[in-house]
C-alpha cells in the first residue's frame, strides 16, 4: 500500500489505544482488511471516512466490554482516581494559602505571578500524577481507567453548579462539597460570586469547564503514553 492508501494512522492509534494487548493485533487486521475491500471498490476517500466511522465505534464497543467485564473494577479506578484528584489539588491549594499566610511570599513576587504558578501546577503537574498512577495501577485497562477519572470529575463540577444554579433561582439549596481549586476563586467565608445572577453562574461554569479542558488532555495523554510504553515493553507490567 502506498501513504495514500493506507488507513488513517490516528484513528489506527486511538484503537490500538483503547484495545486490550492480545485484542490489538485481531482487530487491527479485521479492520486493515475491510479497508483494502472498500479502496478497490470505492476508493480511498470513502474508505478513509468508512475506517474513522469503524475506529469510533470500535472504540466505543471497546469501552463497553471493558465496562462489562470489569464494572467493579473500573468504579474503583473512577473514584479512586476522583480522591486522589481532589487530595493532591487540595494540597496544593491549602501549601499555596499557607506559603501566602506564613511567609514572605509576595515580597519576593507579587501575587499575580505566584497565583498564575499555581495556576499551572494545577493544571499540567497534578493530572500527570494522577494520570500516571492510575494508568500503572490499570494495566491493560490505562485509557479506560483515566476518561473514567475524568468523567467522574467533570460530573463533579457539575453537580456543583447544579446546585448553585438552584440556588440562585430558589428552588432548593443542595450542599455539594468542593475541595478544588476553583475555590480559590470563591473562597467559603466572602459567598460565592454567582450569587443572585444566574448569567454569572453560567459565565463561571463556562470558565470551569474550559479550565478543566486542558486538564482532561493531560490525563487523557498520560493514559495514553503508559498504554504505549507498556505494549512496546518500556514498562513492564507484574501479574
Known amino acids: 500500500m502506498t501513504r495514500h492508501t493506507t488507513p488513517p494512522r490516528i484513528a489506527e492509534w486511538l484503537v490500538s489505544l483503547v484495545a486490550a494487548p492480545e485484542q490489538s493485533a485481531t482487530i487491527a487486521g479485521d479492520l486493515l482488511e475491510e479497508f483494502s ?11 478513509r471516512r468508512w475506517y474513522w466511522r469503524q475506529s469510533v465505534r470500535t472504540i466505543g ?26 487530595l493532591v489539588e487540595r494540597a496544593l491549594q491549602m501549601s499555596a494559602e499557607a506559603a501566602v499566610a506564613h511567609t514572605r511570599v509576595y515580597h519576593l513576587t507579587s501575587a499575580v505571578p505566584f497565583w498564575h504558578a499555581v495556576d499551572t501546577i494545577g493544571r499540567y503537574v497534578l493530572p500527570v500524577v494522577v494520570g500516571w498512577t492510575i494508568a500503572r495501577a490499570a494495566r491493560g485497562r490505562e485509557m479506560m481507567a483515566v476518561l473514567s477519572v475524568g468523567i ?11 446546585t448553585m444554579l438552584l440556588a440562585t433561582s430558589g428552588l432548593a439549596q443542595i450542599h455539594v462539597p468542593n475541595f478544588s481549586m476553583t475555590a480559590l476563586f470563591c473562597p467559603p467565608d466572602s459567598g460565592p460570586p454567582h450569587l443572585g445572577s444566574v448569567t454569572n453562574t453560567l459565565r463561571m461554569l463556562r470558565y470551569t469547564l474550559i479550565s478543566w479542558w486542558f486538564p482532561t488532555i493531560v490525563l487523557l495523554s498520560i493514559g495514553a503514553a503508559i498504554r504505549r510504553a507498556t505494549a512496546s515493553g518500556w514498562i513492564r507490567t507484574t501479574q
Open 37 to 47: 475491500g472498500l479502496v478497490a471498490r470505492s476508493g480511498t476517500a470513502p474508505a
Open 61 to 86: 464497543h471497546l469501552l463497553r466490554g471493558q465496562l462489562r467485564q470489569a464494572p467493579a473494577t473500573i468504579v474503583a479506578f473512577a473514584i479512586g482516581g476522583f480522591l486522589l484528584y481532589v
Open 152 to 162: 467522574t470529575y467533570t460530573t463533579w463540577m457539575l453537580a456543583i453548579y447544579t
